[in-house]
């Protein structure tokens, strides 16, 4: 089990950018890493993720080209840049670990989840 506390989120005009920075209470070099996101009246999402070890990174259609995901094992922080946002990128953005991977980005497999950053994208 790991804490996972996201930051880095706000109010932003399209167009902006914004990082986000998910810190553990542990070390996440054991641990696939995944950003997930929440809209109003919507479902939680996935946005993107990062395996272990081989640092294969993964991201949704709807972010491709604009978002990046990183890691520092030495800071337990994983991190999402966010560029060229848009106002439907507005959600609350979630962190989440899980030492195992079933192949898939579903987020049923992540036992470890943070609280949560709002991000907001004005017109």
């Known amino acids: 089990q790991v804490q996972l506390v996201e930051s880095g989120g706000g109010l932003v005009q399209a167009g902006g950018s914004l990082r986000l920075s998910c810190t553990a209470s542990?070390?996440?070099?054991?641990?696939?890493m995944a950003w997930f996101r929440q809209a109003p009246g919507k479902e939680r999402e996935f946005v993107a993720m990062?395996?272990?070890?081989?640092?294969?990174?993964y991201y949704a259609d709807s972010v491709k080209g604009r978002f990046t995901i990183s890691r520092d094992n030495a800071k337990n922080t994983l991190y999402l840049q966010m560029n060229s946002l848009r106002p439907e990128d507005t959600a609350v953005y979630f962190c989440?670990?899980?030492?195992?991977?079933?192949?898939?980005?579903?987020?049923?497999?992540?036992?470890?989840w943070g609280q949560g950053t709002q991000v907001t994208v004005s017109s």
């Open positions: 989440a670990a899980e030492s195992t991977w079933d192949g898939s980005y579903r987020q049923e497999q992540f036992h470890n």
């Open positions: 542990g070390r996440i070099d054991n641990y696939n």
């Open positions: 990062m395996i272990k070890i081989s640092n294969t990174k």
